[in-house]
């Protein structure tokens, strides 16, 4: 079965710093497709960022990057330059050649003046 | 552009009264999702439609059911709800199957009491 695994349910990070969140997964697929998404208290499900499995390049949208490690099955998140509107919850999901997005339990982030 | 629009937003029913939550979506999407969200859990599939005139279980689709009514349109039907069943429910849609991002509603937030 696939499973998603975010370890840190909290976070915090100073307004202008970096952090990283942190998500692993266990799958026997090997073409596969990875998800960051962020919900502000606004609740709204907002794509963040996606990764390829296939593609050993990170993904990266602007502040916002990807350190994957395919075979460690390992995705992380990296926010560089936080700022206030980055406090949210972030959920890491998984999808592969099906329909079931798979999320994992979520990492709350503070970002603080 | 109003992307996926959910109705209502909250929803207050007791113990054995039903309810239908609307969901539909104007990005002329194939695949539509509804998924419940609980504290610590991260979201969960209830229902999926792959294409229109297509309904298939998620990982937690007792106690509901769905009608994929049109192109555009996913509703979720509660026939006899229940306390378990109070959750913040999230309607989505893909593009296609599988590895096409999903757009998220705002939620329903609905408590059974």
């Known amino acids: 079965a696939q499973t998603v695994t975010q370890s840190q349910p909290e976070m915090s990070v100073q307004e202008a710093e970096t952090v990283t969140l942190s998500c692993t997964y266990d799958?026997?697929?090997?073409?596969?497709?990875l998800f960051w998404y962020k919900q502000p208290p606004s609740r709204q499900m907002i794509l963040v960022i996606r990764?390829?499995?296939?593609?050993?390049q990170n993904a990266t949208e602007n502040r916002f990057s990807v350190n994957f490690q395919k075979a460690a099955k390992s995705f992380s998140l990296k926010i560089s330059d936080s700022q206030l509107g980055d406090t949210a919850m972030y959920f890491c999901?998984?999808?592969?050649?099906?329909?079931?997005?798979?999320f994992g339990t979520g990492t709350r982030l503070q970002v603080f003046p | 552009n109003a992307g996926v629009t959910q109705t209502p937003k909250f929803q207050v029913l007791k113990t054995g009264q039903s309810m239908t939550l609307q969901c539909a979506q104007d990005?002329?999407?194939?695949?539509m999702y509804w998924y419940r969200q609980d504290p610590g859990m991260g979201l969960r599939l209830i229902y999926y439609?792959?294409?229109?005139?297509?309904?298939d279980k998620g990982e937690v689709p007792n106690g509901y059911n769905v009608s994929r009514l049109n192109k555009r349109e996913f509703s979720l039907r509660l026939e006899s709800a229940a306390p378990s069943q109070t959750s913040v429910y999230f309607c989505?849609?893909?593009?296609?199957?599988?590895?096409?991002?999903?757009?998220f509603g705002d939620g329903t937030r609905l408590s059974i009491l």
């Open positions: 989505a849609s893909s593009r296609d199957r599988g590895r096409q991002p999903q757009h």
């Open positions: 990005m002329n999407h194939n695949s």
């Open positions: 439609s792959a294409s229109e005139g297509t309904t």
């Open positions: 799958t026997s697929e090997n073409n596969y497709y």
């Open positions: 999901a998984f999808i592969y050649n099906t329909d079931k997005l798979i």
């Open positions: 990764q390829e499995a296939y593609k050993q």
